[in-house]
Structures are given as C-alpha cells and as structure tokens.
C-alpha cells in the first residue's frame, strides 16, 4: 500500500514561509494537516486562515528542540486526526557569522533547531505517531543546498543541514523494507522572512545594504531570482503521492539552478 485516503501530515513550522506553503499545499491535496510553531497566537491565526480556505487544519505550540514537548506534540495530533502517515520536519532558523566568533549559545541552538529538532520529530512520529504500522509513510526534510556545499560565513546553518542530508540517506536505507520513504528536500535561496534575515546579517558583514547582498546571491543563480516557497512545497507535495513511492534516500534540490548536485 503507497497512499492513504486523506493521510494525515504533521509539518513543524507551519506558520511561515515555506511551512505554510507546505501546510497549504498538502491541505489542498487532502491531507488532513496538524502544524506547529513556537507561538501559540501564530499557530492560532495561521490554522483559522487556512481553515478558512476549506482545509483541514489543526494545531499547536511546540518547541522542536525539547523532547518532552515533541512528545506532546505528537501525541495531540495523534488525539486529533489519528496515526501520523506524513512527517514534514521544516523548522528551522538561519545562523552564522565569523567563525571564531560564533559563541556556544548560537551554535548550540542552530543545530538543536536544524538538526537535533529532525531526530526528536522522527522518533516520535515513529515511535508515538504510528508512522510505522500505518503501511503508509513519508518522512520529508527541508534542508537546504548548503547540506551540499560549504556556505561563507554560515558554518554552524551549513553543519546542521549537512547533518540532515546524512540522516535523511541513512533513515532512508533504514526505514525503506517498511514501505517508508525519507527524503530531504533542498531550497537554495528561496523568499522568505527567514531570508529577509539572512540579508541583512551579511549586510552587516559586508558593510553594503540589503539590496546589493540580494543582487549578489541573484548573480549566482542561473534562472536569476529566488524560488518561491509555494515552488519548494510542491516538491514536498509530490513525495507524498504514490507515484514518488520509489523515491527515497534523496537530497533533491529547488534552487533555479544554484546547485547541480
């Protein structure tokens, strides 16, 4: 068995960007789809707009970073629409600067929330959530091209996702005799809040406004914009159908061309 009849997705960071594009996309699909942030009052704006639009939408607050709390998370949205069938782990936050002076505290919290936050998620789904006896189940990263490459002045965000590409391929090859596809997706740059941020630290670095870092990175991707984030849940949409049941173990990347591995 390769699809579910209204599978249930739970997708971390759900609010913005690409979680709630992500969110919105697979709702559409019909997926009955449980998300979570940090903020309670976000969660609670993003699943009354989106239930507004017909879906299917339920939520709540949850730090990916403590296991207790994913734990709480899991079993309410089990409580909710039932066993988990789809996992979208998209949390995430952006982090760098010189290396030397990057201190314990952001490089802890970078890979606790890119990284750490994918192995608590996939535990309690598969443990608590029921993905493993549900005979359907699709585990979906957000990564990023830099989980492929080394990014200037981005080591602890770099690190983290290449952490996520690695775990991504060995879950894969794990959970594959299952029926369960584990696959990463990889945005390159892609228009975000999260994005919006990131321009202004290198901004800052550089000495040079955000409209020439944006020009800069622009330069280096060969369709010459950013994706949209409505482009990278489309890809997180079509991992979830039957007919990517053959797809697992990936890295594939939505990034105009920025990366070609």
């Not at 709702?27 to 989106?50: D, I, P, W, Y």
């Not at 369709?223 to 482009?231: A, C, D, F, K």
């Not at 039957?242 to 939505?254: C, D, G, K, Y």
């Amino acid at each position: 068995m390769t699809t579910a009849t209204n599978p249930v997705s739970l997708v971390t960071g759900g609010t913005s960007g690409i979680g709630l594009a992500v969110a919105r996309d697979l709702g559409r699909r019909g997926h009955r789809v449980f998300l979570c942030a940090r903020t309670e009052s976000k969660v609670g704006q993003t699943v009354e707009k989106l239930r507004a639009e017909g879906l299917e939408v339920a939520g709540a607050a949850a730090d990916v970073r403590s296991s207790d709390s994913v734990a709480a998370l899991v079993r309410t949205a089990v409580g909710t629409f039932g066993p988990i069938n789809v996992l979208v782990n998209n949390a995430g936050r952006s982090g760098g600067g010189p290396t030397a002076g990057i201190t314990d505290e952001l490089w802890n919290d970078v890979i606790d929330t890119n990284l750490n936050s994918v192995f608590l998620m996939t535990r309690a789904v598969l443990t608590a959530g029921g993905l493993a006896e549900a005979g359907y189940g699709r585990v979906i990263s957000v990564a990023s091209t830099a989980g492929k490459q080394g990014v200037l002045l981005g080591a602890p965000y770099s690190a983290s996702k290449h952490g996520v590409v690695g775990f991504t391929k060995a879950l894969g090859k794990e959970l594959a005799p299952a029926g369960i596809t584990v696959n990463a997706v990889c945005p390159g740059y892609v228009e975000t809040p999260m994005a919006e941020r990131v321009r202004q630290g290198y901004a800052a670095a550089w000495g040079t406004t955000q409209d020439d870092v944006r020009e800069r990175f622009e330069a280096k991707i060969p369709l010459g914009r950013y994706s949209t984030p409505e482009e990278v849940a489309g890809l997180v949409g079509y991992l979830t159908t039957e007919q990517a049941a053959s797809i697992t173990a990936q890295a594939l990347n939505v990034c105009g061309g920025l990366g070609n591995f």
